[in-house]
Nanobody
Framework: VQLQESGPGLVNPSQTLSLTCTVS??????????WNWIRQNQGKRLEWIGA???????LANPSLKSRTSMSRDTAKNQFTLQLSSVTPEDTAVYYC??????????WGQGTQVTVSS
C-alpha cells in the first residue's frame, strides 16, 4: 500500500488547514485498517491527530478534537483532514499512515505545512 499526502504548504493563521491522502495498492474500506494523520514538529515530536476507520467512523486526539474534521471518499480511495483555527504551533510535517494488525504499517512521505502570514 502506498500513501501520498497533498495540500497547501502554507496556511495563514486562523485559517483551515486541508490535506488529502490518496491511497493506492489497497482499499480504504478493507476491514481491519485504520487511516491516520500524524504530524511531526521541528522538535521532532510525533503527535497523533486522528483516524478514519475502514467503515467510515473517525476518532480524534482529544487535544485537537475541537479543531479536527476528517472524512473519506471511497470512490477516490482518499481520506482527508481539516484542522481549523491554525496557529504557528501547527507548523509541522504531516503524514498519512495506514494502521493494521502490524501497527502503523505504511507511511506517506509527509508534507510540510507552515502556518505563517
Amino acid at each position: 500500500v502506498q500513501l501520498q499526502e497533498s495540500g497547501p504548504g502554507l496556511v495563514n493563521p486562523s485559517q483551515t488547514l486541508s490535506l488529502t491522502c490518496t491511497v493506492s495498492g489497497g482499499s480504504i474500506t478493507t476491514p481491519g485498517n485504520g487511516w491516520n494523520w500524524i504530524r511531526q514538529n521541528q522538535g521532532k515530536r510525533l503527535e497523533w491527530i486522528g483516524a478514519v476507520g475502514y467503515s467510515g467512523g473517525s476518532l480524534a486526539n482529544p487535544s485537537l478534537k475541537s479543531r479536527t474534521s476528517m472524512s473519506r471518499d471511497t470512490a477516490k480511495n482518499q481520506f482527508t483532514l481539516q484542522l481549523s483555527s491554525v496557529t504557528p504551533e501547527d507548523t509541522a510535517v504531516y503524514y498519512c499512515v495506514q494502521f493494521t494488525n502490524n501497527g502503523f504499517d505504511s507511511w506517506g512521505q509527509g508534507t510540510q505545512v507552515t502556518v505563517s502570514s
